[in-house]
């Protein structure tokens, strides 16, 4: 996957507020949960700049048979991330990197669904329900008033 960097252990991404896949294409996020966000077309990875690479921060993870759920902060602050690895081979699925994705506080990985708690909206959650094989899928619930949002495409 050309997003990604692993340096000393440490996880590198190099594209924001997108869905990244393991075939090398991207749609991009743009909006945030609260207003409104909407879903670009897929689009070829073809360069990336060096300096626009960012730390991810794996905070929480969740295991089954066939894939590993990690999720976390970036080094930019205020933008979260999840990510589905193939358990055995180690490689990425698909990264899920946005400013509308900070501080996970829980994951649970059920039937091929992650639900991904994060306190964004603190005293309450907004929770990220996404299907492992069609990531851009996903929709978010928030606890307080039970709101539910789906991206326009």
Not at 12 to 25: H, L
Not at 110 to 129: A, M, R, Y
Request: proline content about 4%.
């Amino acid at each position: 996957m050309k997003a990604i960097k692993i340096i000393d252990g440490d996880l590198y991404c190099g594209i924001e507020n997108a869905i990244i896949y393991e075939n090398n294409t991207f749609i991009e996020l743009r909006g945030n949960y609260k207003n409104s966000f909407e879903l670009g077309k897929v689009k070829p990875i073809t360069q990336i700049i060096e300096s626009h690479y960012y730390s991810l921060d794996t905070t929480i993870e969740e295991i089954n048979d066939k894939y590993k759920i990690i999720a976390g902060e970036t080094s930019y602050g205020g933008r979260g991330f999840v990510a589905v690895l193939y358990k055995e081979s180690k490689k990425y699925k698909w990264i899920l990197s946005w400013d509308s994705m900070n501080n996970p506080i829980s994951i649970t990985l059920n039937e091929g669904i992650i639900n991904l708690k994060t306190d964004l909206n603190f005293p309450n959650e907004v929770c990220f329900i996404i299907p492992i094989e069609e990531p851009e899928k996903f929709k978010i619930e928030e606890t307080t008033n039970h709101r539910t949002t789906y991206p326009t495409q």
